[in-house]
């Protein structure tokens, strides 16, 4: 399967804990993105990656969330002292970007998120 | 920030065609429009792209006008699977990767 990956799939922790999720995209993309979903709600942008370099990051994203892609390949995603409001699912997404042409994200299957 | 409207649900028959518009006023000249399908608890799947005119692949057609302010994704002789929640994936910020999901559009296929 060459497809984005995302591992946990699921994980449950309770409220204070730290939480870290990988995403694996597809080998030649050279971006990667993070989402977050709440049921009923589109994807929320968190944060862009091309190569190595974060290049953007959402109001969204507080001081308790970080992200990381340190060769340019797999990234991680750490949440400190998780909240429940943090409850949901966080999808990666990676693309390849081209000089033509529009820039399309493949997603994984995404990872849930379970404060209690 | 840019935003995208879609209507929040339609209903159709399996054998129908089924058509949904997305509104982007704020579309770039170098954007592309894009519309995912989602399952519930997956990931949102590419469907189709284009940047104006009309693209068709094997699973759909997308029509967009001269204007390019907004996009019709038709979707031929539906069947019970394609039921699911639709997202017209919105303008970015020029030189930006941020990328505008709306609520999308929830479309409910009745046999």
């Known amino acids: 399967d060459t497809g984005v990956s995302q591992d946990p799939r699921h994980k449950i922790t309770k409220r204070g804990q730290n939480v870290t999720f990988r995403c694996d995209p597809i080998?030649?993309?050279?971006?990667l993105y993070w989402y977050r979903q709440t049921l009923g709600q589109g994807p929320e942008f968190l944060t862009y990656?091309?190569?190595?370099?974060?290049?953007?990051k959402s109001r969204l994203l507080s001081d308790r969330f970080s992200a990381e892609r340190p060769k340019g390949s797999f990234s991680t995603l750490e949440i400190q002292r998780t909240e429940q409001g943090d409850s949901a699912m966080y999808l990666c997404?990676?693309?390849?970007?081209?000089?033509?042409?529009?820039?399309?994200?493949?997603f994984g299957p995404g990872t849930r998120l379970t404060v209690l | 920030l840019a935003k995208t409207t879609q209507p929040i649900s339609m209903d159709s028959y399996e054998g129908q065609e089924v058509n949904i518009t997305c509104s982007h006023n704020?579309?770039?000249?170098?954007?592309?429009i894009t519309w995912y399908q989602q399952f519930p608890s997956q990931g949102p799947r590419f469907i189709i792209q284009?940047?104006?005119t009309k693209v068709t692949n094997e699973v759909a057609s997308l029509f967009i006008p001269a204007d390019r302010k907004s996009s019709t994704l038709s979707l031929p002789r539906v069947s019970l699977s394609d039921t699911a929640v639709y997202y017209c994936?919105?303008?970015?910020?020029?030189?930006?990767?941020?990328?505008?999901f709306g609520d999308g559009t929830t479309l409910t296929v009745k046999p």
């Open positions: 080998s030649e993309h050279n971006r």
């Open positions: 284009g940047y104006k």
């Open positions: 704020n579309i770039a000249t170098n954007d592309y």
């Open positions: 997404a990676s693309s390849q970007l081209a000089g033509v042409g529009g820039d399309t994200q493949y």
């Open positions: 994936l919105g303008p970015r910020y020029t030189n930006a990767g941020k990328s505008t």
């Open positions: 990656f091309q190569n190595e370099a974060q290049l953007e």
